[in-house]
């Protein structure tokens, strides 16, 4: 395959073509069954699936989400197709571990990861204004670590059993969703959990679900999509390039939502969303630092660990035990405001991201 070809998405253009197709996939996608204003949230469709296997007993978040299995193996096959599956890993993975932990948990205060910060704005929804601003201010605290020479190890190569690893989760989660679906009426499937009402209970056809994931994993992994990366390169290096795929991901969202009639712009009874701005602030504040230091959005995660990364998939595991973490012990969210253990997570989510921050820089 020719440079030229492999490197198509990678230009302005192409990023812009990416975000705009993710923000069409999204509005389609709740049109098609998928929750209002999540129709494409890596941190909320990870609480479902970790809802799905029984990590956490809400009865509410548990479906076992086709596009997050999507988008590691559309990544996967994307890295095949042109040699940039190549297996590494090793550095600080436990801590890796512990940050996918924390990033869920902050991203469940706010009820969303960057990508439905995204979608709700798109949505409508003015909530999403001060999980934005709490997103920019973690990713900035982030840029001074990184000023200071925060690291955590650089990545070695590994074998490709290593590599395989998440993709090879992803297929069989992927082989039990089709031998268990969900059976009208009933809240247990074989191994697998169904919520009967609350957004585990929307969800688009399998089909078009899995299509729509393994798309943009195939897309993002080409143009290297980052919601969080976009902000860092802005307030780092001013440089735009991913920042262009963000603002596409909004205004097409948007327009798609205004011409489908999904767009109601507001504050209050806005779907799966509190209106506590300073625990909206601070839930996206502290999920924006851990990913920052964790070199990724969650989408960003998922499509790394596609091409092999193995300290990414730990990440996307932490995230999942984050998920049950939040859930079991009351951190996350509901639409009636913050959970009973929530502003403790928050306060203690920040004393570890500090000190991991202060403990890996040079300077």
């Known amino acids: 395959m020719s440079q030229k070809l492999k490197n198509v998405f990678a230009t302005t253009g192409g990023i ?11 509005a389609l996608l709740q049109q098609a069954g998928n929750p209002a204003n999540m ?37 996967f096959g994307a890295a095949l197709m042109v040699k940039e599956f190549k297996p590494s890993g090793g550095s600080s993975p436990l801590i ?8 869920m948990i902050g991203a ?3 009820l969303g990861c960057p990508w439905r910060v995204i979608l709700r704005l798109a949505g409508g929804d003015g909530n999403a204004l001060f999980g934005l601003a709490g997103l920019v201010t973690g990713v900035w605290i982030g840029t001074l670590f990184f000023k200071q020479g925060f690291t955590l190890g650089r990545s070695q190569p590994q074998s490709v059993s290593a590599g395989l ?7 069989g989660l992927l082989v039990l969703r089709v031998l268990f679906p969900p059976i009208p009426g009933e809240a247990q499937s074989g191994v697998l959990w169904y919520s009967l009402q609350g957004p585990g209970s929307s969800f688009a056809p399998l089909g078009i679900s899995l299509a729509a994931g393994l ?3 195939f897309l993002a992994q080409r143009s290297r999509f980052c919601t969080m990366g976009a902000i860092r390169d802005v307030l780092l290096f001013n440089q735009w390039y991913l920042m262009f795929g963000f603002l596409a991901l909004l205004v097409s969202a948007l327009g798609v939502n205004i011409i489908l009639g999904q767009f109601h712009p507001g504050f209050e009874a806005q779907p799966i969303a509190h ?6 602030f601070s839930g996206m504040l502290m999920a924006g630092l851990a990913f920052a230091l964790a070199g990724g959005c969650p989408g960003r995660q998922l499509f790394m660990s596609g ?9 996307v595991l932490g995230s999942l035990v984050g998920a049950a973490l939040a859930h079991n012990f009351g951190l996350a969210s509901t639409a009636q405001g913050i959970g009973p253990h929530g502003m403790a997570a928050v306060i203690i989510g920040m004393i570890i991201l500090l000190g991991i921050g202060v403990t890996h820089c040079k300077k």
Do not use: K
């Open 16 to 26: 812009i073509a990416v975000g705009t197709i993710i923000g069409v996939a999204a």
């Open 39 to 75: 129709a494409i949230c890596v941190a909320c469709f990870g609480r479902d699936i970790a809802g799905a296997i029984g990590l956490h007993r809400a009865a509410v978040v548990q479906y076992l989400r086709p596009e997050i299995l999507g988008f590691v193996l559309g990544s």
């Open 215 to 217: 798309g943009i994993g």
């Open 165 to 171: 690893m998440l993709p090879l989760i992803m297929v």
């Open 275 to 280: 209106t506590m701005w300073f625990w909206n």
């Open 108 to 110: 469940l205060v706010f």
């Open 307 to 315: 091409e092999g990364n193995s300290a990414a998939g730990l990440f």
């Open 96 to 103: 890796r571990f512990v940050l996918g932990i924390i990033a």
